[in-house]
């Protein structure tokens, strides 16, 4: 089996939750194995872009997974050979909500002073 291109890493808060993980604990089995295929995808072929990974801004791109009742974003960062998964949601809307992208920024603040 090939090595991965990236490792995937939750970022972690200042008291050591795990958002995204919590996030994802959430949702059901099916949508869980489809965001983790396609996490894996990206994890084994980067660089990828459209439809699976889009460069939001700066340093945030975001996976983009199809499920059965909606679209899942994970907004994550690149770290060297890591992809830090930083927040992750349901998508409702066609425009990327600003509560979304401010959340991310906020937390590629902490995590870029750590």
């Not at 795990?18 to 869980?32: I, S």
């Not at 909606?70 to 066609?94: E, P, T, W």
Request: proline share 4%; glycine share 8%; hydrophobic share 35%.
């Amino acid at each position: 089996m090939k090595n991965p291109i990236l490792n995937i890493c939750f970022y972690q808060t200042d008291t050591l939750n795990e958002p995204v993980r919590e996030w994802l604990q959430q949702l059901t089995a099916g949508d869980k194995k489809i965001i983790g295929e396609d996490l894996k995808t990206i994890q084994f072929g980067w660089p990828l872009g459209m439809p699976l990974v889009k460069h939001v801004e700066g340093d945030i791109w975001e996976s983009r997974s199809k499920l059965k009742n909606g679209i899942a974003r994970i907004f994550f960062v690149l770290d060297g050979k890591s992809m830090i998964l930083i927040h992750g949601f349901q998508k409702k809307q066609q425009r990327t909500p600003k509560r979304d992208l401010d959340l991310a920024r906020t937390r590629i603040k902490k995590l870029r002073k750590q």
